[in-house]
């Protein structure tokens, strides 16, 4: 807190996001997910559950949608449904999590910084310095941010299941938001490891919980800044891109060809979400 | 001379008393000026004050001082804040955020300027103070005192020029 | 797979078991015996390197002991702070998957897929997943109990030995069964030595969800039980209610191959079934049935494609040709136009597969339903492209034997009769999923002596006379032999991936040699427990399972490191030996005009998962309803009976009646009403007890003509509003439409191909 | 009512003897009446109810109170809706002071009592919502050991500082306002009351130079107070504004809410005139004169409250933002509708009752027509937070849940909390300016003199132009 500090660097902190933000992204973790090949068997879901210590709530909290389901598996029906009698195309699942946005929206709201933009361009939460003010669920357009309604602790790990608690993330207590966090732990552990060997972590070493356990792959996990990554060929192949890639001025329209599966959930907002999702595919029958 | 004595006047009708003043200010006792008068009233007088000619205030400086303060120095303060709190949330948008911090900035002149007021008006005002002996409890009723600071030869011409005002009670103190 | 973690990412730490933690959430630390260590010292970790020596060192007080626990000279197979991934099988369906379980500070912490195991790749799906938590329930038994004056009361381990010996001794050894679930590998092998020993040859095989009939039906007609589906290869698979990414004989694998069918060319998937399953709602067309006339579209299909010149199999020809489009249509509820349609897909696109599921083998004429379905691959000469031979199990004695009902309603009809003196249950909860109608409660009052190896005081377990608990399957040793065998033989082995958390609880196959010690002690003195016996087992291993003269040590750790050992099987070729088909019409009934699907769930599966909280909170993948039963019905029914979402229905057959919350739903026949599998539980601990209904229990006791296994999807039901009305709890409850927003966007699959089609 | 009838256009009798003034005013400091106790007693019990819900959900967690979506609910709308009532006073009074709007005398410091209690009411709520509350204080910009700031963008770190800014600065601007009737009071009391007056008043005893820098000082506040005021409720209204969701977007919000807040400030000092009318019988100094005014007053901020709501919907029906429409919509045809028309219903209807001046003038219709107003504010502050927390722009988080008790318990409460600081207040401090009545009366005796010097027999004058008059004359 100095003014020398304020003046040494003031074209940077001028930066937002269009002009590549102030930070210099190390990594920008980011996911493409291939709705052609999600089948909405909830094994992602699962999987968050056990790798991120998420509490179960039980029916009644349920009901008040109290739930922690960082992963959750949506499911829509066509919208001419109402005409139809029976769903003859089946139905459109989503895997919906935090899509860590570039330009997240729950960021700014934050009344004490307690949600903010890493240099691994993901959006973290910090528990500890959460207050639960809920600013950032409500100004979360996808509503992936999940509260601790209750002292969980207290209720969803009768012993022995505590024993399963992974050791490597904390348990939430009462007051404090929580969202997916694209496996910090697991991209620490890879950084960690990279930094003893002296390498850069490489693509495919390691992945999330909800990626490694989808039995169709149609998760795909890795870090948007390696050019050689598989995420950022795929999203190269269907011609997304980046806010900070792109620069000035943002364009959600992109896309030279229309018929690239490659879209962003709520692109038209601006959040700049580092989760791409290729478009369902049907046979047209009916 | 040196002053010695203070005497306070106690009036009923407050054109009297804006008179006895006028009589003060036209010298009818020699030595006397008004800057020696102080008025005392149970409410805003500004046609008795007006008597006493012009008194100036100086409020306003404190008030501008402490808005300008609290503008410049707040925004300084939370940009500077900002620039060494760097993991600060993004959401895309700068470290120093100007928008933010002149919303901020512009409160906190308020405040400068609403504290500063309160600064100048206890020092302009000489507060808190205690009431000096010769205050009456009347004037917080209905009645309006003069308070004259005198040398001895003044003393009795200005009891005169009360009693031809109409003054009800008149109360007399030595100066330390 | 992230192994060694240093830093946790929150500031706040996180109390870990060996530096314990406040009072409610202290935890019994694992006991660990030097015997048991130094045998998992012989354990293979895989893959894993560990972090080098700038680990934490930490001095920690655990609470309750006082002992300060240091650090730098831990446990030796523990390395704090570091996870490590063992190699082990995934016991909670029958599919045969195998796991990676992390393990850290001695606790199992999450379990993945075993990458080398080609049943699975790596994957794992939910249930699989939450094998943690039936490890660590909080509902498991740790103590033996015995009935005494009509009550279970907790023993000692030397006890409940001693009342096994005395009882199965007493008892005449052909009067003893045992009634298990799918049980496969050197476990299936000794129940079989230990009835042997015993003189008896009851062993009943009970599963709700399996593929009996469809067994029956490639047995006869491609002379293999279970050939290899290979669904990647297919243009177009065409599913009966055959819900293979879900529940359907191997759901992992298939989805892994659901994948590869998708992408490229992109394979089309139509799905013909009275309830939309999983499957179904991943269909490119999705076609509701009448419950019980899939039979008599696969023959209209059948004989659509005779018109367009397909040739069919002469025994077949009768049944085909009664079943002309225009009559199947009127039948199945399925327009003369999509029976043509479907006819020219599957023209178009070879190969095809056509599979068959329990709707479909779950009727009275299920076998010959089936064999309806068979007779489309025939015709479309599919047998040898995407349903080849896997040829015979090298090791038949460790094939799995496969669960059934024909077997439960056997059961029943024995202790009926009062032939069986003891009985061994394990990994069936009978007294669960038999329906009221096979009089099963009442009949086992006829066992003098039941058993039950269990980790849960279940339904059964409360009618027992002896509950032994088991270990559960992270704590336990086992070979397993999946029924469905893909490309790669393999026997998957299962080791412990931590110490037990009840002392004393045997694993099965500790309890099985005990058993067996008890009547041929000779024979068996050589193994001190199931590990040796294994241990012996890979030793005796033919030569060509030593690739580089591997020593029996070598090859055990080899084989304990990838978690499997690959067998070679000499695949054969497949018949088409179609048979004659004959399905009778189905007569309207109009005092039951509903027919009851009891429809499984990935998740709860057959309702052993119900105690499962992770399951429990996992909403349905179609109905989004969570912790519940619910009946389907689609609006057209819905509205005829006056019900909304939320209202309770009651739903009567002629063997009993259940009442359940509606939930209204297009993906459902019109003459249907489906009720989830897995809630209605009685027992089973704190999460399972008390929701939902268990539709099992008022089926009929009819069963399918061929096989004997129950008609499961035969029954018929009415249903009548109570007038009662509750909310369902479900996610994103108010909504089924994106409201005009881009979040599924579809493309078509023309364009796809056009895109990025190979 | 006669002797009213018989001043019915005066303000405030003119011929009021100031000692009378005196005693009446200072009357209210003493024996209590027994509708006070009950009062107090009713207030003691909400409060009790409210501190227990709120030890519960402190104990338990905010599931007592809160669904998902609806982070926010009860908790935020009452804040608001207490930041609101808290505008009247102090904005009303300061804009009132500076155009020499000489009828706000008797009634601006209960306003202004109200203004700051209802602060500190308002206060509460961001501090009960939070799901950790005892870290609430994490939100203030303290020089921190850690090099951790709050969040100088977030709109809800903008509440801190505009709160506290306008708290500090209304208390100030009540208490220099009374320093003379705390002397006055001092003057007057025995015992305990002239010790704590004593020391409040500072010493105060009305000398020229203390009116002069006291009529400057009060005035610059009161400049100051206008745009802090105004600046206040643009920012509560930014926790919504300055977000990204459909129905809290809307750039009409904060001349919106400044209206909605003057709107129930306004409605709340007719509630409270009526009371302390009646409680203190204060009919001499609270006359119909002024209720009638400040009845106006309502009415007109009425109607600027209803055009900017048919403004919030025509700009969201022209612009072509689907989300902003469907919430619209929902707000009024979905769950929430009957709740939104009766806040139209008694925010836009309901007011024209303050047209007519027979039911001005009746003071029970009066009483039920100010709290249903405020009921319709209230109602107006709950849905802005809630339809859009209900709806927004993910349809599968799309839900309509409703208060739970816990909530409701807290919010009641509140109420108990300002009643128990206002009646606290009327009791220790004169809730009528006697300086100021004295001044009113005075005037407007001079005007009644001087005007019928200049042959305006009976015509009364507008204060300040009687003061223009005086400086030109001198």
Redesign the interface.
């Known amino acids: 807190m100095s003014l020398d500090n304020l003046t040494k660097d003031w074209s940077r902190y001028r930066k937002g996001i269009e002009e590549g933000g102030f930070h210099n992204y190390e990594h920008r973790w980011g996911m493409a997910i291939d709705l052609n090949a999600c089948i909405g068997c909830n094994a992602c879901s699962t999987a968050c559950y056990a790798e991120n210590n998420l509490a179960v709530v039980g029916k009644e909290r349920f009901s008040k949608g109290h739930y922690m389901h960082w992963m959750r598996i949506e499911r829509y029906w066509d919208e001419d449904q109402a005409r139809e009698e029976f769903p003859d195309q089946g139905a459109h699942f989503l895997p919906m999590l935090c899509q860590q946005c570039g330009a997240a929206p729950c960021e700014p709201v934050c009344p004490v910084a307690a949600t903010y933009h890493t240099p691994d361009g993901l959006n973290a939460q910090v528990y500890n310095r959460c207050i639960g003010s809920r600013y950032c669920s409500n100004n979360c357009p996808y509503r992936v941010r999940y509260f601790n309604f209750w002292s969980y602790p207290e209720s969803a790990w009768p012993e022995p299941l505590n024993l399963q608690l992974n050791p490597d993330i904390t348990v939430r207590d009462k007051g404090v938001m929580e969202k997916c966090t694209f496996c910090v732990q697991r991209i620490r552990t890879a950084k960690d490891k990279a930094k003893m060997e002296n390498r850069k972590v490489k693509d495919g070493e390691f992945t999330t919980a909800c990626a490694q356990a989808c039995p169709t792959s149609a998760i795909h996990f890795g870090d948007l800044m390696d050019a050689e990554s598989a995420v950022t060929q795929l999203w190269a192949k269907h011609q997304v891109k980046r806010h900070d890639e792109q620069g000035l001025p943002v364009s959600t329209q992109h896309k030279q060809n229309p018929a690239l599966r490659g879209y962003r959930v709520l692109e038209e907002l601006n959040t700049d979400p580092s989760v791409m999702y290729l478009e369902r595919v049907r046979e047209e029958l009916a | 001379m040196k002053k010695t004595r203070r005497i306070l006047g106690l009036f009923g009708n407050f054109d009297e008393a804006t008179n006895a003043i006028y009589d003060i200010r036209a010298s009818k006792i020699a030595g006397l000026s008004v800057d020696d008068v102080t008025l005392i009233s149970p409410i805003e007088h500004p046609e008795v004050e007006e008597a006493l000619g012009d008194r100036p205030v100086r409020v306003q400086y404190f008030t501008f001082c402490g808005g300008l303060f609290g503008l410049v120095g707040s925004w300084l303060w939370i940009s500077s804040a900002q620039a060494a709190f760097l993991v600060q949330p993004q959401g895309g948008k700068p470290v120093v955020t100007l928008v933010s911090n002149f919303v901020l900035s512009y409160e906190m002149m308020i405040l400068g300027g609403v504290l500063s007021t309160l600064i100048g008006f206890l020092v302009g005002a000489r507060l808190p103070s205690r009431p000096s002996t010769l205050y009456s409890e009347k004037v917080s009723l209905d009645q309006v005192g003069i308070i004259l600071e005198l040398d001895d030869t003044q003393i009795e011409p200005a009891k005169n020029l009360f009693r031809n005002h109409k003054v009800l009670e008149i109360r007399e103190e030595v100066m330390k | 797979m992230s192994g060694n973690e240093i830093k946790s990412f929150s500031p706040a730490p996180f109390r870990s078991i060996l530096s314990a933690g406040s009072a409610t959430q202290a935890a019994p630390l694992p006991r660990i015996e030097r015997r048991d260590f130094l045998k998992m010292m012989g354990w293979g970790t895989v893959g894993v390197t560990l972090a080098g020596c700038d680990l934490p060192s930490t001095v920690t007080l655990e609470e309750g002991k006082e002992t300060v626990v240091s650090y730098l000279s831990p446990e030796e197979y523990a390395i704090p702070g570091v996870g490590v991934w063992y190699a082990s099988a995934c016991l909670q369906c029958p599919a045969g998957c195998g796991i990676h379980g992390r393990v850290r500070e001695g606790l199992a912490l999450k379990l993945e897929g075993n990458p080398d195991s080609p049943v699975n790749r790596g994957k794992l799906c939910q249930m699989g997943q939450s094998g943690v938590q039936t490890h660590y329930n909080p509902d498991r038994l740790g103590k033996p109990q015995l009935r005494k004056h009509g009550k279970l009361v907790d023993i000692s381990w030397d006890e409940a030995w001693k009342v096994l010996a005395e009882k199965v001794g007493a008892a005449s050894g052909a009067r003893v069964a045992w009634f298990t679930g799918t049980v496969s590998g050197h476990q299936a092998v000794l129940i079989g030595e230990h009835l042997e020993a015993l003189g008896s040859k009851h062993h009943f095989v009970h599963e709700v969800i399996n593929n009996a009939v469809g067994r029956a039906v490639n047995q006869d007609v491609l002379g293999e039980a279970m050939p290899r589906l290979d669904i990647d290869k297919a243009k177009l698979v065409l599913s009966f209610g055959a819900d293979f990414l879900g529940t359907w004989v191997s759901p992992t694998h298939f989805a892994t191959e659901y994948a590869k069918f998708r992408s490229g060319t992109r394979g089309v998937l139509v799905v013909a079934e009275p309830k939309m399953s999983l499957t179904g709602a991943n269909a490119d067309l999705w076609l509701a049935v009448r419950p019980g006339t899939e039979g008599m579209l696969a023959l209209g299909i059948a004989h659509a494609l005779m018109k367009k010149g397909v040739s069919v199999p002469e025994a077949a020809r009768a049944a085909v040709t009664a079943y002309a489009p225009e009559k199947a249509a009127e039948i199945t509820g399925i327009s003369v136009q999509r029976i043509e349609q479907v006819a020219a897909l599957l023209k178009q696109h070879s190969p095809s597969l056509v599979l068959a599921g329990a709707t479909v083998e779950g009727q009275e004429q299920g076998y010959q339903a089936a064999s309806a379905v068979m007779l489309l691959n025939v015709m479309l000469g599919n047998v040898g492209k995407t349903l080849v031979s896997r040829g015979e199990f090298p090791f038949p004695q460790l094939s799995p034997r496969t669960g059934n009902t024909r077997d439960l309603v056997a059961f029943a009809a024995a202790a009926k009769d009062k032939a069986l003196d003891v009985a061994f249950f394990y990994g069936a909860n009978p007294v669960y999923t038999a329906p009221d109608s096979l009089g099963l409660v009442a009949a086992l009052q006829n066992i003098p002596f039941k058993v039950v190896l269990t980790q849960f005081p279940d339904e059964t377990a409360a009618q027992a006379d002896l509950v032994l608990p088991v270990a559960s399957s992270l704590e336990d040793w086992g070979t397993h032999v999946a029924d469905y065998q893909p490309e790669q033989g393999v026997i998957t082995f299962q080791q412990p991936l931590m110490e037990g958390l009840y002392p004393g609880t045997p694993g099965l196959g500790d309890a099985l040699l005990k058993l067996l010690k008890m009547r041929a002690a000779q024979k068996y003195s050589a193994f001190n427990d199931y590990f040796s016996y294994l241990q012996n087992a890979v030793a005796s291993l033919p030569e060509q399972y030593r690739a580089g003269g591997l020593t029996n040590k070598q090859l055990w750790e080899q084989t304990l490191q990838k978690g499997l050992l690959t067998v070679d099987s000499a695949p054969g070729s497949l018949n088409t030996n179609v048979g004659e088909i004959t399905l009778n019409e189905i007569k309207a009934d109009a005092e039951y005009p509903l027919r009851l699907i009891p429809s499984p769930r990935l998740g709860l599966w057959d309702g052993r998962h119900a105690n499962i909280p992770w399951l429990q909170e996992a909403p349905d993948q179609i109905s989004k309803i969570v912790w519940d039963s619910w009946a389907e019905l689609h609006p057209s029914t819905a509205a005829r009976l006056g019900v909304q979402e939320g209202d309770v229905v009651e739903i009567a057959s002629a063997h009993g009646a259940i009442k359940v919350k509606v939930y209204v739903f297009k993906g459902v026949h019109p003459d249907a009403i489906a009720v989830p599998l897995g809630q209605g539980h009685e027992e089973y601990g704190r999460y399972a007890k008390g929701l939902g209904v268990n539709p099992l229990k008022i089926l009929s006791p009819a069963v399918d003509a061929r096989t004997g296994e129950l008609a499961l999807y035969g029954t018929r039901v009415n249903a009548t509003r109570t007038g009662v009305h509750e909310e369902l709890v479900k996610e994103g409850r108010n909504n089924i439409s994106q409201r005009g927003r881009k979040l599924v966007a579809t493309i078509t699959a023309e364009q796809f191909r056009r895109t990025e089609g190979v | 009512m006669k002797e009213t009838e018989l001043h019915h256009d005066k303000d405030i009798r003119d011929d009021l003897?100031?000692?009378q003034i005196?005693s009446d005013i200072l009357k209210s400091l003493e024996n209590p009446r027994r509708g006070y106790w009950y009062t107090v007693i009713g207030c003691l019990v909400l409060l009790a109810i409210g501190i227990t819900a709120a030890v519960l959900q402190y104990r338990?967690?905010?599931?007592m109170a809160?669904?998902?979506?609806?982070?926010?609910n009860l908790y935020i709308a009452t804040f608001i809706f207490w930041i609101g009532m808290s505008h009247s006073g102090t904005l009303l009074s300061a804009i009132l002071h500076i155009v020499h709007a000489d009828w706000r005398k008797p009634i601006y410091r209960f306003a202004e009592a109200m203004t700051t209690f209802s602060l500190m009411t308002a206060l509460l709520f961001?501090v009960i919502?939070?799901?950790?509350?005892w870290?609430?204080y994490?939100?203030i910009?303290y020089i921190p050991a850690r090099?951790?700031?709050?969040?100088?963008?977030?709109?809800?770190?903008?509440d801190?500082?505009?709160i506290?800014?306008y708290l500090?600065?209304s208390a100030?601007?009540l208490y220099?306002g009374m320093l003379?009737d705390l002397?006055?009071a001092?003057?007057?009391t025995t015992g305990w009351r002239k010790k704590l007056y004593s020391t409040l008043s500072?010493?105060?005893?009305?000398?020229?130079?203390?009116?002069?820098?006291?009529?400057?000082?009060y005035m610059?506040?009161a400049i100051?107070?206008i745009?802090?005021a105004v600046?206040v409720h643009s920012?509560v209204s930014?926790?919504f504004a300055?977000?990204?969701?459909p129905g809290w977007h809307v750039t009409t919000f904060p001349p919106y809410f400044v209206s909605g807040a003057l709107y129930s400030g306004c409605a709340a000092i007719v509630t409270l005139f009526i009371l302390l009318r009646y409680y203190f019988r204060w009919e001499e100094y609270m006359t119909l004169a002024i209720l009638e005014k400040i009845c106006k007053l309502t009415f007109a901020i009425a109607m600027v409250w209803t055009y900017l709501n048919l403004v919030e919907f025509s700009s969201v029906w022209y612009g072509h933002d689907?989300y902003a429409k469907?919430v619209l919509w929902s707000k009024m045809t979905g769950a929430y509708a009957p709740a939104f028309w009766s806040m139209m219903f008694f925010g836009s209807v309901l007011p024209f009752t303050l047209a007519f001046q027979k039911l001005r003038r009746h003071i029970p219709t009066m009483m039920a027509v100010s709290i249903l107003l405020n009921v319709g504010m209230w109602l107006e502050r709950w849905m802005i937070v809630s339809p859009t927390?209900a709806e927004?722009?993910?349809?599968?988080?799309?839900?309509?849940?409703w208060p739970t008790l816990t909530s409701w318990a807290i919010v009641l409460g509140s109420f108990g909390w300002f009643g128990l600081l206002f009646l606290t207040f009327v009791k220790i401090f004169p809730s009528v300016s006697m300086?100021?009545v004295?001044?009113m009366v005075?005037h407007r005796k001079l005007a009644r003199e001087k005007g019928a010097a200049h042959g305006h027999a009976g015509g009364a004058q507008p204060a300040f132009s009687l003061?223009m008059r005086?400086?030109d004359g001198?």
């Open positions: 003897a100031w000692s005196n338990y967690g905010l599931g809160k669904n998902h979506p609806h982070m926010w961001p919502h939070l799901g950790r509350l870290n609430f994490w939100v910009p090099g951790t700031w709050p969040n100088f963008r977030s709109p809800l770190s903008w801190g500082f505009a506290m800014t500090t600065s100030l601007f220099i003379p002397a006055i001092r003057d007057n500072l010493g105060w005893y009305g000398s020229d130079r203390q009116w002069r820098i006291f009529r400057k000082a610059l506040m100051f107070l745009p802090l600046s920012i930014s926790d300055m977000s990204i969701m689907i469907e927390l927004s722009f993910y349809p599968w988080a799309w839900d309509v849940l300086y100021e004295k001044e005075y003061s005086k400086e001198s």
